[in-house]
């Protein structure tokens, strides 16, 4: 497993991988076309009628306060942000997404997706709808077996791990109210139930770890792909900015 970093030609690859493990050729080819549009409109500055992809804030709080983001701030106290989304809320945005043409859809943008304890059904309506693709970003401390089966038999496509050190100091460090041990059992635990639900029959989503490089942990970026290799389909890291 190779680490991905956002430069190059990795992606027209992993684009055309990921399209290949489609269950129909209906959705390879609808998910090949996606994904390279996903990589080329940015590219070449297109973004294009109707957007690739709509983030949804399932949840706007976190249970984290990782350094470079704003929920290490007191932006709630002047924002005084709606904690879950309201279900009618959400069924017309992703109503109105699927009319558009929307191809993916992700259950967060700067909150923690697992403090809505209706995700699973959130996921669910998104792919009875007609969404190609649902994913989300986690912190992974909020996971367990249960709600693990669940958001797996729910549809998921994409689960991306956001985690931004390969050791305790540095990962506690970054992503404050986090604990690097607890990471990995669960992160481990997931891909056990995605195995587990495979053999039952599900469809298990495509497993990605997210890192953002800056200062505090450059140097172990280049060990990310090797840490992951048995769980995770691809690590990917972005210069922090």
Excluded at 20 to 35: G, I, T
Excluded at 157 to 181: A, M, Q, V, W
């Amino acid at each position: 497993m190779k680490l991905i970093r956002i430069e190059g030609l990795n992606w027209i690859g992993q684009a055309f991988k990921e399209a290949w493990n489609q269950r129909s050729w209906v959705k390879k080819l609808k998910h090949l076309k996606y994904r390279l549009l996903w990589e080329i409109r940015p590219r070449l500055r297109m973004p294009g009628l109707v957007p690739l992809a709509v983030d949804i804030e399932s949840a706007s709080l976190c249970n984290f306060k990782c350094i470079f983001c704003q929920q290490s701030t007191e932006w709630w106290k002047r924002d005084k942000p709606v904690p879950l989304i309201s279900w009618e809320i959400f069924t017309r945005v992703v109503d109105e997404c699927v009319q558009m043409g929307v191809y993916s859809m992700k259950v967060n943008w700067r909150g923690e997706p697992m403090l809505n304890p209706h995700l699973p059904q959130m996921i669910a309506y998104m792919k009875q709808a007609g969404i190609h693709e649902v994913m989300m970003n986690t912190n992974a401390s909020l996971l367990t077996v249960d709600n693990s089966d669940a958001i797996i038999r729910a549809g998921l496509d994409r689960i991306i791990f956001s985690c931004d050190g390969l050791s305790k100091e540095t990962y506690n460090t970054i992503r404050r109210g986090g604990d690097f041990d607890l990471f990995m059992s669960n992160v481990k635990m997931f891909k056990h139930r995605c195995l587990a639900q495979k053999a039952l029959g599900f469809h298990p989503p495509v497993i990605r770890i997210n890192a953002a490089i800056m200062e505090e942990n450059r140097h172990e970026i280049p060990a990310f792909a090797n840490a992951f290799e048995d769980i995770i389909v691809n690590a990917r890291a972005e210069e922090f900015k």
